[in-house]
Nanobody
Framework: QVQLVESGGGLVQTGGSLRLSCAAS????????MGWFRQAPGKEREFVAR????????SYADSVKGRFTISRDNAKNTVYLQMNNLKPEDTAVYYC????????????WGQGTQVTVSS
């Protein structure tokens, strides 16, 4: 089992920055591909960013490329999402996801953290 706890959300003005953190416990974070997803009111949950186990490969949704940066510190069992130049359309609940490489490793979600960007 893996427990994921997000933090760092809040209210920020357009153009501002936030850094989200996702602290993992239960198993080594290095086993998992880590991602951030978000869900705005009335919308489907959508992919934001992903980082592979070795941190050498990252991918982003087109809507956040150039503004958001995902990183991981396996020694601290923590994943980060640095969000710069925030826009009102970034307002959502942000969820951390851990995707295992085997069925036994499993897939896990955090409880989410609210990000609100005011115009």
């Amino acid at each position: 089992q893996v427990q994921l706890v997000e933090s760092g959300g809040g209210l920020v003005q357009t153009g501002g920055s936030l850094r989200l953190s996702c602290a993992a416990s239960g198993r080594p974070l290095s086993w998992y591909v880590m991602g951030w997803f978000r869900q705005a009111p009335g919308k489907e949950r959508e992919f934001v960013a992903r980082v592979r186990r070795s941190s050498e490969s990252t991918s982003y949704a087109d809507s956040v490329k150039g503004r958001f940066t995902i990183s991981r510190d396996n020694a601290k069992n923590t994943v980060y999402l640095q969000m710069n130049n925030l826009k009102p359309e970034d307002t959502a609940v942000y969820y951390c996801n851990a995707e295992g490489q085997t069925v036994e490793q499993g897939s896990y979600w955090g409880q989410g953290t609210q990000v609100t960007v005011s115009s």
